[in-house]
T-cell receptor, first 112, second 115 residues
Framework: SQELEQSPQSLIVQEGKNLTINCTSSKTLYGLYWYKQKYGEGLIFLMMLQKGGEEKSHEKITAKLDEKKQQSSLHITASQPSHAGIYLCGAPDQTGANNLFFGTGTRLTVIP | NAGVMQNPRHLVRRRGQEARLRCSPMKGHSHVYWYRQLPEEGLKFMVYLQKENIIDESGMPKERFSAEFPKEGPSILRIQQVVRGDSAAYFC?????????????FGPGTRLTVT
């Protein structure tokens, strides 16, 4: 089955700093989804990447999918306290699969 | 347009009781997915349903757990004779079409505590 490893597991940054979170797959990625979860709340959809080399941006968050490396990265520019939370990457086990596997998450703290 | 709704948000049950978790998908969505998040663990897929049909229940425990998505009304995840190990956050997600083609929207979750 699909296994997703996220690094780092936790991250503490000063407000205004840039940061990168990585998600590495044990198998070929057929798509990669990034979510953000506030502690004790549900998941907020951030971005979906489907093609190798694809890059998407929304506000100060950019995500890339590198199929060759079976890896995706999430980059936040000029971090703000509102970016704090747990970032989760998820991927289907195969093309068109119903089943999404998730990484264990990266806990981001932004110090004002 | 209301998002995915789950209720209750918090549920406390004693060992041996039944727990019923409800999920109302977004308007126009006919596909529902249930996930479980155990303490200090990642999200794990449980079951995928369309109206009146279970499509994939490969992540459901074999005993005590069941799910339904009737023609009318919300999807229900039912846990019979709960044990302490069932304590977790249960999330429901919905999509307009099959997962893999569309964004999947998650509800706020139901936090089940078994005492």
């Amino acid at each position: 089955s699909q296994e997703l490893e996220q690094s780092p597991q936790s991250l503490i940054v000063q407000e205004g700093k840039n940061l990168t979170i990585n998600c590495t797959s044990s198998k070929t990625l057929y798509g990669l989804y990034w979510y953000k979860q506030k502690y004790g709340e549900g998941l907020i959809f951030l971005m979906m990447l489907q093609k190798g080399g694809e890059e998407k941006s929304h506000e100060k968050i950019t995500a890339k999918l590198d199929e060759k490396k079976q890896q995706s990265s999430l980059h936040i520019t000029a971090s703000q306290p509102s970016h704090a939370g747990i970032y989760l990457c998820g991927a289907p086990d195969q093309t068109g699969a119903n089943n999404l596997f998730f990484g264990t998450g990266t806990r981001l703290t932004v110090i004002p | 347009n209301a998002g995915v709704m789950q209720n209750p948000r918090h549920l406390v049950r004693r060992r041996g009781q039944e727990a019923r978790l409800r999920c109302s998908p977004m308007k126009g969505h006919s596909h529902v997915y249930w996930y479980r998040q155990l303490p200090e663990e990642g999200l794990k897929f449980m079951v995928y349903l369309q109206k009146e049909n279970i499509i994939d229940e490969s992540g459901m425990p074999k005993e005590r757990f069941s799910a339904e998505f009737p023609k009318e009304g919300p999807s229900i995840l039912r846990i019979q004779q709960v044990v302490r190990g069932d304590s977790a956050a249960y999330f429901c997600a919905s999509s307009p079409e099959r997962w893999g083609d569309y964004e999947q929207y998650f509800g706020p979750g139901t936090r089940l505590t078994v005492t």
